[in-house]
């Protein structure tokens, strides 16, 4: 019978051969949340979708993102890039991005980036550091119809002035053209006559916390050819 110590590193060498995740955030990080507890939900008849990753790192652009407290509650390794401070060195965006690129991909190296609250427009020359397109982003909107920072309140807006039904959400592939990358999933989200702001926002959050489980999975698989072998 396998010992506590030999399913211990079976458990490890599982969890060694899962592709890596690497988050980046700005804010609470709800969606963060959502992606760590879908890679300890290991229960397929929860309902909630799984995600057979690790995620090895969270990087904020803000101190006191309470996105990190996430992170570290989970024991996940966090760091902290400031643009701020890079500016107050005389540096500019393109080297904080720079700064930031490197830091995935020489200490981290994993196999997808996902943005989760990044608000930050990202130049060419953080892409240009990642040849295999493995930056996802998660979008408030979908596709072609918010782009851009504020995508809630600008749909909310919409439907007030009677031009939109009903908005929905999108994960993507980034690119340098902001929220237009090829969309891996999105999802219509219902606005309804009663809504406030805040209840439309509390029924796309909610909505959000499983396509971007879903996505990253989907994503992966792309990523790791496992569509190819089922
Ligand atoms: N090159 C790309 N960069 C980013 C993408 C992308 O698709 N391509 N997605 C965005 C995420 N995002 C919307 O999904 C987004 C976030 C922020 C902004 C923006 O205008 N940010 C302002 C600062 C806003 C603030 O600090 O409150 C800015 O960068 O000046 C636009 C889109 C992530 N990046
Ligand atoms: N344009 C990017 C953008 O608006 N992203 C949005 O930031 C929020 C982050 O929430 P979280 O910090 O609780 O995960 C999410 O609603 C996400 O769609």
């Keep these: 019978m396998a010992s506590a110590t030999d399913s211990t590193s079976i458990q490890q060498q599982q969890q060694q051969q899962l592709p890596t995740i690497v988050v980046l955030i700005s804010g609470s990080g709800s969606n963060l949340q959502a992606l760590i507890d879908a890679t300890q939900n290991t229960n397929q008849d929860s309902g909630s ?28 390794p966090t760091e902290t890039v400031s643009l ?17 690129a490197t830091l995935i991909t020489t200490k981290y ?42 995508a809630i309140d600008r749909a909310f807006e919409a439907f007030q002035q009677g031009t939109i039904s009903e908005t929905g959400i999108m994960v993507h592939k980034v690119i340098a053209d902001v929220d237009r990358g090829q969309v891996i999933l999105q999802q219509p989200v219902p606005i309804l006559p009663s809504d406030t702001l805040s209840t439309l926002e509390d029924r796309i959050h909610l909505a959000e916390h499983d396509i971007i489980v879903r996505g990253a999975q989907a994503f992966l698989d792309e990523l790791t050819g496992k569509q190819q072998q089922q």
């Excluded at 979708?49 to 989970?74: D, T």
């Excluded at 701020?84 to 930031?100: N, P, T, Y």
Aim: no cysteine; aromatic share 8%.
């Design 49 to 76: 979708p799984s995600l057979k990753a690790n995620i090895i790192g969270v990087i904020s652009n803000r101190q006191k993102a309470y996105g990190l407290e996430r992170a570290q509650k989970a024991g996940i």
């Design 84 to 100: 701020k401070r890079f500016k107050d060195q005389g540096k500019s965006r393109e080297d904080f991005d720079d700064a930031v």
């Design 109 to 150: 190296q994993p196999d997808l980036v996902v943005l989760a609250g990044w608000m930050h427009i990202l130049s060419p020359r953080f892409l240009a550091h990642f040849p295999r397109d493995n930056v996802m982003n998660l979008h408030p909107a979908l596709p072609g119809q918010f782009d851009g920072a504020h």
